[in-house]
């Protein structure tokens, strides 16, 4: 969405903490007439993001489509999905908004009631039409990203229209939505997702030293650079630009960068090395604005790289 990534899920056992990027919601839409065009036309989607029902109830009952998209694809029905407005989402079906639009990162409204755990919006997107075999381009599936946020709602209405537990993710590590499930300790999701046949026994590919010794062990050093694949990833938190401006949410992310290595210690997670906050702080001052990541899933990225990355934004 305009200036707010999508979030790709993924599953996570040990990661690196943190991140900040800043964006604004006058960020710079991608240059062409089409983007324009876009822009001017996504009425319905602007007032849903802004969570303004009464002004997608008025745009809809003049004629406007529920479904052209701003720049970056996102629909009225991704922000309402976003926000869990039942509601809104009804009136927008009612007005043939289309449910398998996909933003530029390739995800669908279903994925996105997914990651809220909204069993309910599921079900409701499904009604109103939406592939129940969804995935993001990684290959994540709707129904992994239901067994990943523990919604058994979800999970049985996905496969009550053939959603594929065997479904494996298509990088080179292969996960399947019983890995998540139990990953994340969603007792119920796995038995249900036993129930529908998932193989207990199906493993990941996992990654193994140049001297083929055996497993890699998850280790500050494998972390960061980058053969703990695909179980670490950096955490990120998004600040908006404007909200910057006020002193207490500046004080607040100055102290998340300066202690986060302390914090990310003591909760059992892997700090980032000390030029990455540093970094971060330099960019904070200077109001830098943007993401070192396009929004796809990259895996075996070294913490080295994503600094150079970062020093150049």
Same mark, same amino acid.
């Given at each position: 969405?305009?200036?707010?990534?999508?979030?790709?899920?993924?599953?996570?056992?040990?990661?690196?903490?943190?991140?900040? *990027? +800043?964006?604004?919601?006058?960020?710079? @839409?991608?240059?062409?007439?089409?983007? *324009?065009?876009?822009?001017?036309?996504?009425?319905?989607?602007?007032?849903?993001?802004?969570?303004?029902?009464?002004?997608?109830?008025?745009? %809809?009952?003049?004629?406007?489509?529920?479904?052209?998209?701003?720049?970056?694809?996102?629909?009225?029905?991704?922000?309402?999905?976003?926000?869990?407005?039942?509601?809104?989402?009804?009136?927008?079906? /009612?007005?043939?908004?289309?449910?398998?639009? !996909?933003?530029?990162?390739?995800?669908?409204?279903?994925? %996105?009631?997914?990651?809220?755990?909204?069993?309910?919006?599921?079900?409701?997107?499904?009604?109103?039409?939406?592939?129940?075999? @969804?995935?993001?381009?990684?290959?994540?599936?709707?129904?992994?990203?239901?067994?990943?946020?523990?919604?058994?709602?979800?999970?049985?209405?996905?496969?009550?229209? /053939?959603?594929?537990?065997?479904?494996?993710?298509?990088?080179?590590? &292969?996960?399947?939505? +019983?890995?998540?499930?139990?990953?994340?300790?969603?007792?119920?999701? *796995? @038995?249900?997702?036993?129930?529908?046949?998932? @193989?207990?026994?199906?493993?990941?590919? *996992?990654?193994?030293?140049?001297?083929?010794?055996?497993?890699?062990?998850?280790?500050?050093?494998?972390?960061?650079?980058?053969?703990?694949?695909? %179980?670490?990833?950096?955490?990120?938190?998004?600040?908006? &630009?404007?909200?910057? &401006?006020?002193?207490? !949410?500046?004080?607040?992310?100055? =102290?998340?960068?300066?202690?986060?290595?302390?914090?990310?210690?003591?909760?059992?997670?892997?700090?980032?090395?000390?030029?990455? =906050?540093?970094?971060?702080?330099?960019?904070?001052?200077?109001?830098?604005?943007?993401?070192?990541?396009?929004? &796809?899933?990259? !895996?075996?990225?070294?913490?080295?790289? %994503?600094?150079?990355?970062?020093?150049?934004?």
């Amino acid at each position: 969405m305009t200036g707010r990534p999508l979030p790709m899920i993924s599953m996570t056992s040990i990661a690196c903490a943190a991140l900040v *990027v +800043l964006w604004s919601h006058h960020a710079a @839409a991608p240059a062409g007439a089409a983007a *324009v065009a876009a822009a001017r036309g996504a009425l319905v989607a602007d007032a849903a993001e802004r969570q303004d029902r009464e002004a997608v109830r008025a745009l %809809l009952a003049r004629g406007t489509s529920a479904s052209v998209p701003q720049p970056d694809g996102a629909t009225a029905l991704h922000w309402a999905v976003h926000w869990n407005d039942a509601e809104m989402v009804d009136l927008l079906l /009612k007005h043939g908004a289309g449910t398998d639009h !996909v933003t530029d990162l390739g995800v669908a409204p279903l994925t %996105l009631a997914c990651q809220n755990g909204s069993g309910a919006m599921v079900r409701k997107l499904l009604d109103g039409g939406a592939n129940a075999r @969804a995935a993001l381009p990684s290959g994540e599936t709707a129904l992994m990203t239901c067994a990943r946020s523990g919604s058994l709602d979800g999970v049985d209405a996905l496969l009550a229209r /053939k959603a594929d537990p065997h479904a494996r993710v298509t990088d080179a590590h &292969a996960q399947t939505a +019983l890995m998540w499930a139990a990953a994340e300790g969603h007792g119920d999701v *796995v @038995a249900r997702l036993l129930t529908a046949g998932a @193989a207990p026994d199906a493993r990941t590919a *996992v990654s193994k030293p140049e001297d083929g010794a055996g497993p890699i062990t998850p280790t500050p050093e494998t972390i960061a650079n980058g053969t703990y694949q695909p %179980l670490s990833r950096p955490i990120f938190i998004y600040v908006n &630009a404007k909200s910057l &401006a006020k002193p207490e !949410v500046k004080e607040f992310v100055e =102290y998340y960068l300066k202690d986060a290595p302390k914090i990310a210690k003591e909760v059992k997670y892997v700090p980032l090395p000390a030029q990455a =906050y540093k970094i971060n702080l330099e960019h904070l001052a200077k109001g830098k604005k943007g993401t070192v990541f396009g929004g &796809a899933s990259e !895996v075996g990225i070294t913490i080295e790289a %994503l600094l150079a990355r970062e020093a150049k934004l």
